[in-house]
């Protein structure tokens, strides 16, 4: 059972489009959990479709249905294709880096995705610390498998973390099972290994 | 499924995807490119799209409703939030270069049919004319942030700086515009 949800500011910018790229996978990532997440997002996107409707029309050249008349007939961009089958959707279409060692019992595995956030997979061991983040800007979690527990509870399998302050604790993971996570952050640099990590892979 | 009539004086849009999808209909698609081109060209020049730029999204918007009409489900969205959602991709491609998760995942036609609860089975032109309605009515400073979430290209930060409050105070102005909102579908869902 779903715990932690993303706050209503964090959906209604997934909703808006102005998430960035790899902080938006790890709100995708919880949608695929959370019905009740789901349930926002389809109140807020009909939100969009709402103030869409509403707004004052701005014409379009007068050429411009004919010109696309012409295109019409063109196929479709076929669908991106699943590069990593053993991840859920959305994460199975984005192309992910290697896996980096960046501690005992922890690795890492960025996305390469440009844009304003930066994140990757970590898979960390059971009674492993996560590395400490110093908290610039946003930065989310969300569980895939295993779970790990901080100051705010415990999360397992589709829990989102979005911590507003500084975590003093690191988490830690929890139970037998080691803890894969979908970590993304903006502005803020890993601390210690992963932090180097991060440096050497070039994000 | 009970098919709810649409809102009178207002046509069918989703009606005029749907004869897109299942027989290629251009007059249907002349019609909702009349209606929602100009629309989606607004939308892109709020968000701070340069003017050549807003009427080519506008246009590529308009072919991927096109493209898309086969996916397009009316139990799960109407047809100006389904729009909306491709325009909001296309923006997010062209202007940052990133993608919207939902642009990877499955297309619904390769997934197995996901059963639709009953209670979610509305008329989706109903759930957009009740929000528009509550819209309407939010409290001035409500409708502001939400107004500036969608409209304008901007993280929430920035709406802070700009409106000069603090962030807490953004964050729980959408909040209590979303509860408002999700209110209004309240005996609808």
């Known amino acids: 059972m779903i715990v932690h949800h993303p706050s209503e500011a964090t959906l209604a910018a997934y909703a808006a489009g102005t998430l960035p790229e790899a902080l938006a996978l790890v709100a995708a990532s919880h949608l695929g959990h959370c019905a009740t997440c789901r349930d926002t997002l389809s109140t807020l996107e009909a939100t969009g479709g709402a103030l869409l409707e509403d707004l004052p029309p701005v014409p379009l050249s007068i050429d411009a249905l004919d010109r696309l008349l012409g295109r019409m007939d063109q196929p479709a961009p076929p669908p991106l294709p699943i590069l990593n089958p053993e991840l859920p959707a959305p994460l199975n279409r984005v192309a992910l880096g290697r896996w980096w060692p960046v501690g005992l019992g922890i690795r890492y595995r960025p996305l390469k995705s440009s844009g304003a956030a930066w994140g990757g997979l970590v898979l960390a061991q059971p009674g492993r610390s996560f590395p400490r983040h110093g908290h610039k800007g946003r930065e989310m979690t969300c569980v895939l498998s295993g779970a790990f527990a901080d100051q705010d509870g415990k999360f397992a399998a589709g829990d989102l973390s979005e911590p507003a302050a500084d975590h003093d604790e690191p988490p830690v993971v929890i139970g037998a099972q080691p803890c894969l996570c979908i970590i993304a952050s903006e502005g803020m640099h890993l601390r210690g290994l992963l932090g180097w990590a991060q440096r050497m892979i070039g994000r | 499924m009970t098919k709810t009539a649409p809102p009178e004086g207002s046509p069918d849009y989703a009606a005029l995807i749907q004869s897109i999808a299942q027989r290629q209909d251009r007059q249907a698609f002349a019609d909702l490119f009349a209606h929602f081109a100009p629309r989606v060209k607004a939308w892109m020049l709020r968000g701070g799209v340069n003017p050549?730029?807003?009427?080519?999204?506008?246009?590529?918007?308009?072919?991927?409703?096109?493209?898309?009409?086969?996916?397009?489900?009316?139990?799960?969205?109407?047809?100006?939030?389904?729009?909306?959602?491709?325009?909001?991709?296309?923006?997010?491609?062209?202007?940052?270069?990133?993608?919207?998760?939902?642009?990877?995942?499955p297309d619904p036609s390769e997934e197995p049919d996901a059963p639709?609860?009953?209670?979610?089975?509305?008329?989706?032109?109903?759930?957009?004319?009740?929000?528009?309605?509550?819209?309407?009515?939010?409290?001035?400073?409500?409708?502001?942030?939400?107004?500036?979430?969608?409209?304008?290209?901007?993280?929430?930060?920035?709406?802070?700086?700009?409106?000069?409050?603090?962030?807490?105070t953004v964050k729980s102005r959408l909040r209590l515009a979303i509860t408002r909102l999700r209110a209004a579908l309240g005996d609808l869902a």
């Open chain 2, 52 to 105: 050549t730029a807003a009427e080519e999204l506008a246009q590529e918007t308009m072919l991927s409703v096109w493209r898309k009409a086969h996916l397009f489900d009316p139990e799960r969205a109407g047809a100006s939030t389904w729009i909306f959602t491709i325009a909001r991709n296309l923006r997010i491609d062209t202007v940052r270069r990133e993608r919207h998760p939902s642009d990877l995942m």
């Open chain 2, 116 to 168: 639709v609860q009953a209670d979610r089975m509305i008329a989706m032109s109903q759930q957009e004319t009740r929000i528009r309605s509550a819209l309407s009515l939010l409290p001035p400073e409500q409708s502001e942030v939400i107004r500036k979430a969608f409209f304008e290209d901007k993280v929430h930060a920035e709406i802070e700086k700009e409106l000069g409050i603090p962030l807490g």
